[in-house]
């Protein structure tokens, strides 16, 4: 489509989900990316129900359907039919995909020739992929113009599995506004809590309906923490609707008196202020937002080595890195941290400074621009006043 030199560039992101890590950045990554020469609009398979952390500040288009509807494939036929609608009625330069089928559906769009540029997130290494869903996305690795990956482990992910050629990958890797740490709620909360001055608190923050956060092997690390550290109490923070097996585990493992979970909170900041130490127990990471906050708020982390968490975690320096499913080496290491409070602040300051040079969104949001701005001047039809546009914030 062309416009005169004022028109806004136009980019449409498709998602699946709002909520969890990737719909909260995603939705971060939009308010910076929205101005007056750009015109951002996300459409969602499922609205933000409950509330998320992030509130969007552009137009939200939720791709609705019949209850009956909901079977494999008329489901996702009647998707594709409103996207495309959507598609016709905004005419944007740029569409942006995230999670399975609203890739698949861009990659449909720009095949009939409906899309002037096609851009892709891979949020994690794909663990929740098939062999049906790889062999899709291999058969048509040609069409997207650039596949955006949040760390060199899913891009190394992404070759592999999807065998896309390395020159449409960029790597982008997430990042967090700047927090002023909420300090002044850290003895609020831990009085709310029914927590004494001299109990050290370690907590992990995670979206825990997926059992790739490894929420399990956090509480079974606990009783081997508290021998060794009897004054610890520990918090899970996060939806969770599987939270009554969990309970029942701390209750099998004899903690319950010492582990609190507090649910979903739309402002996270105070209960990260309420932490000594952060720890993230996962399977498997794209890159992760909780150590990306952790750090941020001034705390050490203990995280498993898998996915990007080496990229965000410098060993001995910011955090500790242990291998996955391992109990001992995690408490351990835990440990370590809740004896020395010098050496809890010293990786708490330099985690927050890695966070400040390298991961700050106003940063993560210009090379998305980058990746549109290439794109487009080299996209068929493409005008330099459509460039100059992407470029300008």
Same mark, same amino acid.
């Given at each position: 489509m ?5 028109s806004?560039?136009r ?5 699946d989900d ?6 909260n950045h995603?939705?971060s ?6 101005s007056?020469?750009r015109?951002?609009r996300?459409?969602?398979?499922v609205a933000?129900?409950p509330?998320?952390?992030v ?12 209850p009956w509807?909901?079977?494999y494939?008329?489901g996702?036929v009647?998707?594709f039919r ?7 009625r ?6 942006h995909t995230y999670?399975?089928w609203?890739?698949v559906y861009?990659r ?10 096609l ?5 994690d ?10 062999a899709l ?7 997207p113009?650039r596949?955006?990956c949040?760390?060199d482990a ?5 070759r592999e599995?999807e065998?896309l050629d390395?020159?449409r990958?960029?790597v ?5 506004d700047?927090t002023?740490?909420?300090l002044?709620?850290?003895?609020t ?8 001055h001299?109990?050290l608190?370690?907590g ?6 997926r059992a790739?956060k490894?929420a399990s092997?956090?509480?079974?690390a606990?009783?081997?923490?508290l ?6 109490? &520990? %918090? @899970?923070?996060g ?5 009554? #097996?969990l +309970?029942?585990?701390?209750k099998?493992l004899?903690i *319950? ?7 979903f909170?739309?402002?996270i ?6 932490l000594?130490v952060?720890?993230?127990t996962?399977?498997?990471e794209?890159l ?7 750090m941020d708020?001034?705390l ?13 975690v410098?060993?001995?320096?910011t955090g &500790? %890195? @242990? ?5 001992e080496?995690? #408490?351990? +290491? ?7 409070? *010098?050496l809890?602040?010293r990786m708490?300051h ?11 969104l106003?940063?993560v949001?210009?090379r998305y621009?980058?990746v549109y701005?290439?794109l487009?001047s080299?996209?068929?039809q493409?005008?330099?006043s459509?460039c ?6």
């Amino acid at each position: 489509m062309v416009r005169d030199s004022s028109s806004a560039v136009r980019i449409l992101i498709v998602t699946d989900d709002l909520g969890g890590g990737t719909g909260n950045h995603l939705l971060s990554v939009a308010k910076h990316l929205a101005s007056p020469s750009r015109d951002v609009r996300i459409v969602s398979r499922v609205a933000q129900n409950p509330p998320e952390r992030v509130t969007p500040t552009g137009p939200v288009e939720v791709l609705s359907r019949p209850p009956w509807l909901d079977v494999y494939p008329f489901g996702q036929v009647w998707r594709f039919r409103q996207l495309s609608r959507c598609v016709a009625r905004v005419a944007p330069d740029i569409i942006h995909t995230y999670f399975f089928w609203p890739i698949v559906y861009g990659r449909i769009l720009k095949r009939l020739g409906r899309v002037r540029v096609l851009v892709e997130n891979r949020e994690d290494e794909g663990f929740n992929w098939g062999r049906n869903e790889y062999a899709l996305l291999r058969w048509t690795r040609s069409l997207p113009d650039r596949v955006i990956c949040v760390s060199d482990a899913v891009g190394r992910a992404v070759r592999e599995k999807e065998g896309l050629d390395p020159s449409r990958i960029a790597v982008i890797r997430n990042g967090v506004d700047a927090t002023n740490g909420a300090l002044s709620a850290r003895s609020t909360i831990r009085r709310q809590l029914g927590l004494t001055h001299d109990q050290l608190v370690v907590g992990m923050v995670a979206n825990l309906n997926r059992a790739v956060k490894g929420a399990s092997y956090f509480l079974e690390a606990i009783p081997v923490i508290l021998q060794r550290v009897p004054q610890a109490r &520990f %918090l @899970v923070i996060g939806s969770n609707p599987h939270e009554s #097996a969990l +309970r029942q585990h701390t209750k099998a493992l004899g903690i *319950d008196a010492y582990v609190m979970f507090v649910g979903f909170h739309k402002d996270i900041s105070p209960w990260y202020a309420a932490l000594d130490v952060s720890v993230l127990t996962s399977l498997s990471e794209g890159l992760s937002l909780t150590l990306l906050e952790s750090m941020d708020h001034g705390l050490p982390v203990v995280a498993t080595s898998v996915g990007g968490n080496p990229e965000v975690v410098v060993d001995g320096e910011t955090g &500790f %890195l @242990v291998p996955p499913a391992q109990t001992e080496a995690f #408490a351990n +290491r835990v440990v370590q941290l809740l004896r020395d409070a *010098d050496l809890r602040a010293r990786m708490g300051h330099a985690g927050r400074l890695r966070i400040e040079r390298q991961f700050r969104l106003p940063g993560v949001a210009s090379r998305y621009l980058d990746v549109y701005h290439d794109l487009l001047s080299c996209a068929p039809q493409a005008r330099r006043s459509d460039c100059a546009a992407a470029a300008r914030g």
